[in-house]
């Protein structure tokens, strides 16, 4: 399953899905030490340069054919406890940037991730009916130019006012540490690889073991 992964075979990860269910493995087993070892694998090397972006998304879409059998066996487990952790990402209002949040969004579903990507444009209430529509904890809000930056504040704003428990994550290129900070967001990540260890640390406490 991990060399599959790593090769972006996506006919033999969902064959090989497929095959472990039929033996009795666990599906959360065949997710958590099946496929999600090569997934980390994977985003190490993009984080080291030994691949690039075509590399990971095939790794992606290896992970989507693999889930195809997989998704409907974690539900019938466990139900939704048994689903990845789901994420929503999107650009914000006014901002039709989105190349740097693709990269975010494909390195989070080779971690292991659900991700709902809204795309550009989006509202604030549009990111947070998302959310709860699919029960996701956390929202990325990416925005690339300072005048759009603004609307990272009115999704924070529009989730403390529904008195949400979901935390709310921002990045673009003027975006900082110090912005984030500033109106309340939960965290500041500088690239798509820093992301992750961010949604990590939100999800797993403080990376997972």
């Keep these: ?22 033996s009795g493995v666990p ?10 070892p090569g997934l980390r694998k994977m985003g190490e090397l993009f984080e080291t340069g030994e691949v690039f972006l075509p590399e990971l ?11 195809k059998v997989l998704g409907p066996a974690l539900k019938a487990a466990g139900g939704k406890h048994a689903a990845r952790p789901v994420i929503i990402l999107g650009t914000v209002e006014g901002d039709i940037h ?3 949040k693709n990269i975010v969004g ?3 579903e080779t971690s292991g991730y659900e991700v709902i990507d809204l795309g550009m444009d989006v509202k604030a209430e549009t990111f947070v009916k998302a959310a709860k529509e699919h029960g996701a904890k956390i929202i990325g809000a990416s925005a690339l130019l300072t005048t759009t930056m603004e609307h990272q504040r009115e999704v ?15 990045g673009g290129s003027p975006v900082t ?11 500041y990540a500088q690239d798509a690889p820093d992301a992750v260890r961010l949604v990590d640390r939100i999800v797993y406490g403080w990376g997972r073991q």
Excluded: C, Y
Aim: hydrophobic share 50%.
């Design 1 to 22: 399953m991990h060399k599959a992964l790593l090769e972006g075979d996506g006919v033999q990860t969902e064959a090989l899905a497929r095959e472990a269910l039929e």
């Design 27 to 36: 599906p959360l087993r065949i997710v958590e030490d099946g496929f999600v």
């Design 57 to 67: 998304m095939l790794a992606g879409e290896a992970m989507k054919s693999a889930m």
């Design 98 to 100: 989105e190349i740097g």
């Design 106 to 108: 494909i390195l989070l």
């Design 156 to 170: 924070v704003s529009k989730v403390r006012s529904e008195k949400l428990d979901i935390k709310v994550i921002v």
């Design 177 to 187: 540490q110090e912005w984030a900070n500033e109106i309340g967001a939960e965290g």
